[in-house]
């Protein structure tokens, strides 16, 4: 069974840092793309930045510059260095990865708190 555990939410103020990081577990064949979307109170879930298996990445307006993907392949994870958080920054974080374990699947984390307070 494939599982996607996220840590490193939590409380700062603003313009703070946090870096949010995920592993993925199980048994599966490989790991294409992975990511983080969020998800404030009232709104719908969003892209916050994706990265594939090649290293290529893609950022929201709202946070390029700011906020930086990386993964590492060998150890199946994914990390989100967030810098110059905003309160609306403020969100459940949801960790999110391609893997095909028969055939390519979406699977999600079960999401992180960050709140960054004015």
């Not at 870096?19 to 992975?34: K, P, Q, V």
């Not at 994706?50 to 929201?60: E, K, M, P, V």
């Amino acid at each position: 069974q494939v599982q996607l555990v996220e840590s490193g939410g939590g409380l700062v103020q603003a313009g703070g840092s946090l870096r949010l990081s995920c592993a993925a577990s199980g048994s599966f064949f490989r790991i294409d793309a992975m990511g983080w979307y969020r998800q404030a109170p009232g709104k719908q879930r969003e892209l916050v930045a994706r990265i594939n298996s090649g290293g290529n990445t893609i950022y929201a307006d709202s946070v390029k510059g700011r906020f930086t993907i990386s993964r590492d392949n060998a150890k199946n994870t994914v990390s989100l260095q967030m810098n110059s958080l905003k309160a609306e920054d403020t969100a459940v974080y949801y960790c999110n990865a391609l893997i095909v374990v028969v055939a390519p699947a979406n699977y999600w984390g079960q999401g992180t708190q960050v709140t960054v307070s004015s």
